[in-house]
């Protein structure tokens, strides 16, 4: 069975600073990694995913996540925050297309001036 | 293109009643999903439907929880009767078949008294 640890529940920077929210995968077999980020009272938007291929991934709003098959890890990374990325970020694993993603328990990024 | 629709958006209602969720998928795609959000946790898989096949609900309280998606298009969630902790967020999700990304709609923030 997969499982996804985020290792940290809150975040907290100032503007234009860098965050990376960590995020760690136990399974057994392959899996498709994904990041989402879900603004209050709204449901959750993609943000990037990784398939395949390049271990860099770069999805939207300037962020970019990392594979690491060795650390089992799925980092994301934004070299500069703004206010409105204040949000929570899910890391989540499937198995394969089409089936259920197990989600991490969220990080809070929270973004002051 | 009109993403996932959910209705209501909040349902408040006394426990023992019972309640509904209505999802519409975005047009075209076959697999649905149904999560529940606790306070605090991220989106556990209730139900997945392939058309109209439910091909996994193996974490879906069948005592009290029951859904359907007729004709394979939209859904709807029931619960019967609502106990104290059902109070989380219902999120529909849905995909192209072998699609690996999950689209998901705003929820439905139910809170039982």
């Known amino acids: 069975a997969q499982s996804v640890t985020q290792l940290d529940s809150q975040v907290p920077v100032f503007e234009e600073a860098p965050v990376e929210l960590r995020c760690n995968y136990s399974s057994s077999v392959s899996v498709y990694l994904f990041w989402y980020v879900q603004y209050p009272n709204q449901g959750l938007q993609l943000l990037l995913k990784?398939?395949?291929?390049?271990?860099l991934v770069k999805g939207i709003n300037g962020f970019e996540a990392e594979f690491n098959k060795s650390q089992t890890s799925f980092h994301l990374r934004k070299p500069s925050v703004h206010i409105s990325d204040t949000a929570e970020y899910f890391c989540?694993?499937?198995?394969?297309?089409?089936?259920?993603?197990?989600f991490g328990k969220g990080t809070t990024l929270s973004v002051s001036s | 293109e009109a993403g996932v629709v959910q209705s209501p958006r909040y349902k408040i209602i006394e426990k023992k009643q019972p309640v509904a969720f209505w999802c519409n998928p975005i047009s075209g795609h076959n697999t649905l999903y149904w999560y529940r959000q606790n306070l605090g946790q991220g989106p556990e898989l209730l139900i997945r439907?392939?058309?109209?096949?439910?091909?996994?609900d193996s974490q879906l309280p069948k005592d009290r929880f029951s859904a359907e998606r007729l004709k394979g298009v939209d859904s709807t969630l029931k619960i019967q009767p609502a106990e104290l902790g059902d109070s989380a967020v219902y999120l529909c999700?849905?995909?192209?078949?072998?699609?690996?990304?999950?689209?998901f709609g705003p929820g439905t923030r139910l809170l039982v008294l």
């Open positions: 989540a694993v499937s198995k394969q297309a089409g089936t259920a993603l197990i």
């Open positions: 990784y398939l395949s291929g390049s271990t």
């Open positions: 999700a849905s995909s192209l078949d072998r699609e690996e990304t999950q689209y």
């Open positions: 439907y392939e058309n109209e096949e439910a091909v996994d």
